[in-house]
């Protein structure tokens, strides 16, 4: 059963930091990019980032660049999402989802295809 649980989400204040956790399982983790994306109030669901599990390479949003950082952990098929400085627009649903495919330097940094979608983790930013 292929299974992707974000964690991580709460209640920060602005300034702050937070990391979120993207556990995976069911699926080979090397064969797919990780992205991350939000869903803030009243709007539409996003991309923010991709990484490329076979070599790490990561994409970044150009809102969240600088100060969002995806990284892996291939041993335990888990991806992370660092986001320091908060922002309270930062505030919204946080999902992870994976798209097959070995993209290398270029994984897909965009809102649609998912292969695997993941359920979300409440970020609340208050200012």
């Known amino acids: 059963e292929v299974q992707l649980q974000a964690s991580g989400g709460g209640l920060a204040q602005a300034g702050g930091s937070l990391r979120l956790v993207c556990a995976t399982s069911?699926?080979?983790?090397?064969?797919?990019?990780i992205h991350w994306f939000r869903q803030a109030p009243g709007k539409q669901r996003e991309v923010v980032s991709c990484?490329?599990?076979?070599?790490?390479?990561?994409r970044y949003e150009d809102s969240v660049k600088g100060r969002f950082t995806i990284s892996s952990d291939n041993a335990k098929n888990t991806v992370y999402l660092q986001i320091n400085s908060l922002k309270p627009e930062d505030t919204g649903v946080y999902y992870c989802?994976?798209?097959?495919?070995?993209?290398?330097?270029?994984?897909?940094?965009?809102?649609?295809?998912?292969?695997?979608w993941g359920k979300g983790t409440q970020v609340t930013v208050s200012s």
């Open positions: 989802a994976a798209l097959y495919g070995r993209y290398g330097d270029n994984c897909p940094l965009r809102n649609y295809g998912m292969t695997f």
């Open positions: 069911g699926f080979f983790f090397e064969d797919y990019a």
């Open positions: 990484i490329s599990t076979s070599d790490g390479s990561t």
